[in-house]
């Protein structure tokens, strides 16, 4: 299988716990996205890697939030001292982009589901 | 804040009638996508649209994008009970990095 892979599928963890979650993406994709998803809503976005430079990251990741791409290949997501909050679907995703506002179709993985108890 | 925003929330029709979504956003962009996701499952890539595109076609999907009005629309022909999904529209904005998600619209095709 060639597509994006992510693991843990599902992580259950008690509040206060740290987590970690991995992504695999395709392996020539330069381009690396996180995404947080939550119960009816759209995904949003977290951060993203250009290679293994991480060249943006949301708001919405706190200090808490960690993310590393140390080869250009995969990439980890670490959450510290888990809140009930951070309950969600997080998805991964890659795509191949040569230039600047170039053809960016994202390629998912199935998520990692998320539940802080 | 997501700067997608699609309409209807949800949409109920029968097996073989069209679907029409519809999608706006805020900023200049480059592209605009749609993609679909079924229940608990990843999301997959349907359509690309440039800014520079008005239409295009895929198999039964047809999607337009207005730059003028920041909106843009996907039809989905003669639909199945396959069809069922969330559909979401996604935007990478002039100038940035991210993909910007709309908070989608949940399609359910009766069979």
């Known amino acids: 299988d060639t597509g994006v892979s992510q693991d843990p599928r599902h992580k259950i963890t008690k509040r206060g716990q740290n987590v970690t979650f991995r992504c695999d993406p395709i392996?020539?994709?330069?381009?690396l996205y996180w995404y947080r998803q939550t119960l009816g809503q759209g995904p949003e976005f977290l951060t993203y890697f250009q290679n293994e430079a991480q060249l943006e990251k949301s708001r919405l990741l706190s200090d808490r939030f960690s993310a590393e791409r140390p080869k250009g290949s995969f990439s980890t997501l670490e959450i510290q001292r888990t809140e009930q909050g951070d309950s969600a679907m997080y998805l991964c995703?890659?795509?191949?982009?040569?230039?600047?506002?170039?053809?960016?179709?994202?390629?998912f993985g199935p998520g990692t589901r998320l539940t802080v108890l | 804040s997501q700067q997608g925003e699609e309409d209807p929330q949800a949409l109920s029709i029968q097996e073989g009638e069209n679907a029409t979504m519809n999608c706006s956003y805020k900023t200049s962009i480059n592209n605009l996508q749609w993609y679909r996701q079924n229940s608990g499952r990843g999301l997959v890539h349907l359509i690309l649209?440039?800014?520079?595109?008005r239409e295009k076609h895929s198999g039964r999907l047809r999607v337009t994008l207005d730059t003028s009005k920041k909106s843009s629309s996907l039809l989905i022909t003669a639909s199945r009970a396959a069809d069922t999904a969330s559909y979401f529209c996604a935007t990478d904005p002039t100038g940035g990095f991210k993909t910007i998600f709309g908070a989608g619209t949940r399609l359910f095709v009766k069979a």
């Open positions: 995703a890659s795509s191949l982009v040569f230039l600047a506002g170039g053809r960016n179709e994202q390629f």
């Open positions: 649209i440039r800014s520079n595109e």
């Open positions: 392996s020539e994709h330069n381009r």
